[in-house]
T-cell receptor
Framework: KAGVTQTPRYLIKTRGQQVTLSCSPI?????VSWYQQTPGQGLQFLFE???????NKGNFPGRFSGRQFSNSRSEMNVSTLELGDSALYLC???????????FGPGTRLTVL | AQSVTQLGSHVSVSEGALVLLRCNYS??????LFWYVQYPNQGLQLLLK??????LVKGINGFEAEFKKSETSFHLTKPSAHMSDAAEYFC????????????FGTGTRLQVTL
């Protein structure tokens, strides 16, 4: 079974731009979460989607948003990028039966 | 709100020696606890998890952890370190009653020397 896939793997943007990251969960998993990983703040929860609805949200500004499609694929969007948004963004899909979360390889975003 | 403290940002052990990575948690409800490993330029891989039931949890690659409620700890151990164990290890807690919305510790980088 294929794992969680994230595209693109690397991205370079400039301040003020916006960016969209994509995540395809493991087949059959309907729950998708996003996390931000930075050297300074570590791993922080952004949000979780299940059946196209946001179920949980972390403490991030409104510039960070997400959505989930009917096929469970998810996207997250960051508008008006700031230098501090440079991070590894990790997507995780959850098997609700075994209640196990599987992480993708991440998208490394660099904001210049 | 829940939190996780990992003591020691760097731990170095000799190959074949015991690995002990410390994790203490804070949670207002019965926690779900996890250990993940991250290799360079990769995502997180689940090593093991505690939800309910047996407090000694065995995971992949010979790792295990024991949930000690009285000490609010969930330390990760492996009897004999291997060079391939060198990586960063994260302890995480969830208070949602599921494996979602994890709060992670700051991580411990494990170095294994010959």
């Amino acid at each position: 079974k294929a794992g969680v896939t994230q595209t693109p793997r690397y991205l370079i943007k400039t301040r003020g731009q916006q960016v969209t990251l994509s995540c395809s969960p493991i087949s059959g998993h309907r729950s998708v979460s996003w996390y931000q990983q930075t050297p300074g703040q570590g791993l922080q929860f952004l949000f979780e989607y299940f059946s196209e609805t946001q179920r949980n949200k972390g403490n991030f500004p409104g510039r960070f948003s997400g959505r989930q499609f009917s096929n469970s694929r998810s996207e997250m969007n960051v508008s008006t990028l700031e230098l501090g948004d440079s991070a590894l963004y990790l997507c995780a899909s959850r098997n609700r039966v075994t209640d196990t979360q599987y992480f993708g390889p991440g998208t490394r975003l660099t904001v210049l | 709100a829940q939190s996780v403290t990992q003591l020691g940002s760097h731990v170095s052990v000799s190959e074949g020696a015991l690995v002990l990575l410390r994790c203490n948690y804070s949670s207002s409800v019965p926690p779900y606890l996890f250990w993940y490993v991250q290799y360079p330029n990769q995502g997180l891989q689940l090593l093991l998890k505690y939800t309910t039931g047996a407090t000694l949890v065995k995971g992949i690659n010979g790792f295990e952890a024991e949930f000690k409620k009285s000490e609010t700890s969930f330390h990760l151990t492996k009897p004999s370190a291997h060079m391939s164990d060198a990586a960063e290890y994260f302890c995480a807690v969830s208070d949602t009653g599921t494996a979602s919305k994890l709060t992670f510790g700051t991580g411990t980088r494990l170095q294994v020397t010959l």
